[in-house]
Each structure stands twice: as structure tokens, then as C-alpha cells.
């Protein structure tokens, strides 16, 4: 699922929180569905293959990046996305997430196991954000945030 990821966006922009993402926040990013992952699974039922094969699963022809899905979540929850971006130096802090492109393509998996090519997060994001508040969250705690933040 999504949530995890999306979650560490919109608790920040619902707090009126700065988004800190490294670099200049265009590496490209996959953010694949559980429900993705078990149609592309499925699909597998209905082919056969010889050898061993393997599959990227990830919505085809869809490419956002850390700054995209930053602006998305911020106009989907009605705000403005405060992007700060910094010098990535190896020390996780409070960014969650790979710093450089982690980007997967699914086309394989349509070609050759008819898979349906996943969703785009543009079309799930209301979703998401109608059931964010709903689910249980921890303690919100930006302090990693405002450490960096004040190395910047």
C-alpha cells in the first residue's frame, strides 16, 4: 500500500510542515499499489513461460518524481507544497525514502502477461487522501525535521 509513503507528505502539509527532499527533488520514483501488485500476480495464472521470468511491477507510462507527488498531495488536501530540497550527505534524518530515482517499468508485464498496467497515483490520490485521516497514526514527532532544517 501506498499509505506509509503518502502518509509522511500529507502529515507534513497538514501540519503546515516543509517537505524536506533531497536533491532538487526530480528523481524519478515508483509508488506501486498492493492491489497492482496482487492483478499483476494474478495474471501470471493465465501464461506460461519456458524459463524463469521476471517482472517490474509499477504503472506504465506514469513518471512522477519527489516534487511531483509533493505538489499532488499538497493540491489534493486543498494546501501549498513548502519544498525545501538539501544536500542529501547519507544520514537518513527524517527522509524516508531512497534519495536517488527508484523507478520501476511494468510494460514487460502487459506484454507478455496481458497485466492491466496498474493505477496511476493522479487517479488514486483522492482516495488516499479521503481515508488518511481515518487510519491509525503514531505520534506525530518532526524533530528530525526541524534539526535539519536548521542546518539549511
Do not use: H
Not at 90 to 108: I, L, N, Q, Y
Not at 112 to 122: A, N, T, V
Not at 124 to 129: A, K, P, V
Amino acid at each position: 500500500s501506498k499509505n506509509e509513503y503518502l502518509d509522511w507528505f500529507f502529515d507534513r502539509i497538514v501540519a503546515g510542515k516543509p517537505l524536506l527532499i533531497p536533491g532538487d527533488g526530480t528523481q524519478k520514483i515508483s509508488l506501486t499499489d498492493c492491489r497492482d501488485v496482487a492483478g499483476m500476480i494474478a495474471s501470471v495464472c493465465d501464461s506460461y513461460f519456458a524459463a524463469p521470468t521476471v517482472f517490474n511491477c509499477g504503472a506504465v507510462d506514469v513518471s512522477l518524481s519527489y516534487n511531483d507527488v509533493a505538489e499532488l498531495c499538497a493540491k489534493t488536501c486543498g494546501k501549498t507544497a513548502e519544498i525545501k530540497n538539501f544536500v542529501f550527505l547519507g544520514d537518513k534524518g527524517s527522509w524516508p525514502f531512497r534519495p536517488t530515482p527508484f523507478f520501476v517499468e511494468g510494460s514487460a508485464a502487459v506484454d507478455m502477461l496481458g497485466w492491466d498496467g496498474g493505477r496511476s497515483l493522479e487517479g488514486e490520490i483522492e482516495s488516499y487522501w479521503e481515508n488518511y485521516g481515518s487510519r491509525d497514526k503514531k505520534q506525530l514527532n518532526f524533530d528530525k525535521d526541524e534539526a535539519l532544517l536548521r542546518l539549511l
